[in-house]
T-cell receptor, first 111, second 114 residues
C-alpha cells in the first residue's frame, strides 16, 4: 500500500529565501508524482507533474524532482515571496489512476 | 471551460440527515473521484469512477454512495450523516490512462454534521 509522507509539516522563512519541501513515498512502482498548492479554504491547484520516466520538471520559480529508487521527491522554490504562502501537497499516482496524498507542508513566507 | 464544479459550497447537517454533494466536469474526462480532507491531513479517496456506469470504492467508502449515469456528473450521497463525516469534500477528474494525467479539482464542499 502506497504511503506518502511530507516533511516538514510547517515552514516559516523570510522573503527571498530559497527553500525545499520534501515528499517521500513507500512504493517505488509509482506512475507519476504531482505537486499541488492549496490556499486556505480553497481547492487544489496543480503546480507540477513528474512522470515516472522523468527526473524533474520546472515551472517559473518552481522545480520538482523525482527519485524513484530512493522514494523521494522535492519541490524547490526559488526567491520565495509572501504570495507563495500556502499549503503544498504532494501525491503519487499508483495503479488504477488513484492518487495517494501526503498531509502537506504549511509554508509561510514573511515579508 | 468551467472545469470541475461542486455544489453546495457549505452545508450544515443534523445527525441522521441525508444529502447529495454534486460534482460536474465539462472536460469530457473519463475518470472522476471523490476525496475528503480532514483538518491538517491530506486527501483520502472515498469513491472513484472510470466511466459512466462504473464506480469503485476508495480508501474510506463507509457511509457514502455514488452513481455515475453520465460522463459529466458524479454525485456523492451521504446517508444517515454522522459527526465523523464533518470534513471538506473535493471532487476531481482526469482524462484517464492517457496523457495528460493531471487531476483537476473542484473548489470543495465544506460539510459540518452536528
Amino acid at each position: 500500500k502506497q504511503e506518502v509522507t511530507q516533511i516538514p509539516a510547517a515552514l516559516s522563512v523570510p522573503e527571498g529565501e530559497n527553500l525545499v519541501l520534501n515528499c517521500s513515498f513507500t512504493d517505488s512502482a509509482i506512475y507519476n508524482l504531482q505537486w499541488f498548492r492549496q490556499d486556505p479554504g480553497k481547492g487544489l491547484t496543480s503546480l507540477l507533474l513528474i512522470q515516472s520516466s522523468q527526473r524533474e520538471q520546472t515551472s517559473g520559480r518552481l522545480n520538482a524532482s523525482l527519485d524513484k529508487s530512493s522514494g523521494r521527491s522535492t519541490l524547490y522554490i526559488a526567491a520565495s515571496q509572501p504570495g507563495d504562502s500556502a499549503t503544498y501537497l504532494c501525491a503519487g499516482r499508483s495503479y488504477g489512476n488513484k492518487l495517494v496524498f501526503g498531509a502537506g507542508t504549511i509554508l509561510r513566507v514573511k515579508s | 471551460n468551467a472545469g470541475v464544479t461542486q455544489t453546495p459550497k457549505f452545508r450544515i447537517l443534523k445527525i441522521g440527515q441525508s444529502m447529495t454533494l454534486q460534482c460536474t466536469q465539462d472536460m469530457n474526462h473519463n475518470y472522476m473521484y471523490w476525496y475528503r480532507q480532514d483538518p491538517g491531513m491530506g486527501l483520502k479517496l472515498i469513491y472513484y469512477s472510470v466511466g459512466a456506469g462504473i464506480t469503485d470504492k476508495g480508501e474510506v467508502p463507509n457511509g457514502y454512495n455514488v452513481s455515475r449515469s453520465t460522463t459529466e456528473d458524479f454525485p456523492l450521497r451521504l446517508e444517515l450523516a454522522a459527526p465523523s463525516q464533518t470534513s471538506v469534500y473535493f471532487c476531481a477528474s482526469t482524462r484517464g490512462l492517457a496523457e495528460p494525467y493531471e487531476q483537476y479539482f473542484g473548489p470543495g464542499t465544506r460539510l459540518t454534521v452536528t
